[in-house]
């Protein structure tokens, strides 16, 4: 699964340990997520789409 993660992190000027600190995830999580080595649960892409105010398909797409 493609995702935008990273960029829009980026945008924000947030580190990995902050974003994980407000998705109350490891550090490694986010890693794993922006690297696509981790899907996440529908649960933490809910909370990472409402965290970035976008819906879950701007951010997340399939391959």
Known sequence: ???S???LRAQRGWSQT???ERLN???QTV???ENERYDPSLPLAFQIAKLFDC???AIFSAD
Do not use: F, G, Q, T
């Open 5 to 7: 993660l990273r960029e």
């Open 55 to 57: 819906a879950i398909e």
């Open 1 to 3: 699964m493609k995702n």
């Open 31 to 33: 890693n794993a997520i």
């Open 18 to 20: 902050d974003l994980a």
């Open 25 to 27: 995830v490891s550090r």
